[in-house]
């Protein structure tokens, strides 16, 4: 059984810096699709990046390029999303998403994803 586990989530001032984890146990890593997806309140649910696990292929949505970067630690099973110059709009709760199984030119950080966290908190005051 696949089970997702995120931290690092917390309050920062517009500017600050954070570093989201996400554990996943039970999980395949190798040549797989991992993303960040984040919900504020009264918003639908939006993807924010997405790593494919062999090769470490990256992709992001607009808001966020240049200043968020997701990487992986395949040996470690996890999925890490550095969260740099915040903004009060970054302001969500995060989760972590995995596919089952996924070719490398479908992963992005939108669509069906199979396995999901329970979220962490990211809030960013101005």
């Known amino acids: 059984q696949v089970q997702l586990a995120e931290s690092g989530g917390g309050s920062v001032q517009a500017g600050g810096s954070l570093r989201l984890s996400c554990e996943a146990d039970?999980?395949?890593?190798?040549?797989?699709?991992m993303a960040w997806f984040r919900q504020a309140p009264g918003k639908a649910r939006e993807g924010v990046a997405s790593?494919?696990?062999?090769?470490?292929?990256?992709n992001y949505v607009d808001n966020v390029k240049g200043r968020f970067t997701i990487s992986t630690d395949n040996a470690k099973k996890t999925v890490y999303l550095e969260m740099n110059n915040l903004k009060p709009e970054d302001t969500a709760m995060y989760y972590c998403?995995?596919?089952?199984?996924?070719?490398?030119?479908?992963?992005?950080?939108?669509?069906?994803?199979?396995?999901w966290g329970q979220g962490t908190q990211v809030t960013v005051s101005s």
């Open positions: 998403a995995a596919r089952r199984d996924s070719a490398a030119w479908q992963c992005a950080p939108g669509g069906d994803f199979n396995y």
């Open positions: 039970g999980y395949t890593m190798s040549h797989n699709c």
């Open positions: 790593i494919f696990t062999y090769g470490g292929i990256t």
